[in-house]
């Protein structure tokens, strides 16, 4: 991304790099893979004084980058981050046989770390499949 311009006072629709892109809510965050953008966004009224006061609203929203078409959509996300694979080591697992395993199933892969209520999600972010659940303490 080169440029990101909020085309509303509702930062509900926003240009990226001259694509123009509409979401049903405020946007929060924007995270963009190879094929796929994808969108925190979440319901801000005016009287609203948290942003996250309706994060119960928010949603995880994947869009194509080539039709612009809703890839999919996850509810009741409330931070999302990028998985970087390249940079995952050795002793970030508990052995190598872990990590080897690690790398054989998502090597290629395009990875997003999304926390849902009291679970922490990793997903596909080009396909929206849920590769692992974990409760998050």
Known sequence: ??????????????????????????IHSII???????????PQTEDSKDLLENKSE????CISKKDKVLLWELANVEAVFPESIDKKRESDFVSKKHFEKFLELFRGKELLTAYVGEFKK?????TGEVYSTMENR
């Not at 928010?58 to 929203?61: E, F, I, M, W």
């Not at 990793?122 to 080009?126: F, G, K, L, P, S």
């Open 58 to 61: 928010s949603s995880l929203v």
């Open 1 to 26: 991304m080169k440029s990101i311009i909020f085309e509303n006072k509702a930062n509900t629709q926003v240009r990226i790099d001259g694509e123009f892109y509409e979401l049903k809510y405020r």
């Open 32 to 42: 963009e893979f190879t094929e796929v953008i994808v969108f925190l966004s979440f």
């Open 122 to 126: 990793r997903i596909d972010a080009n």
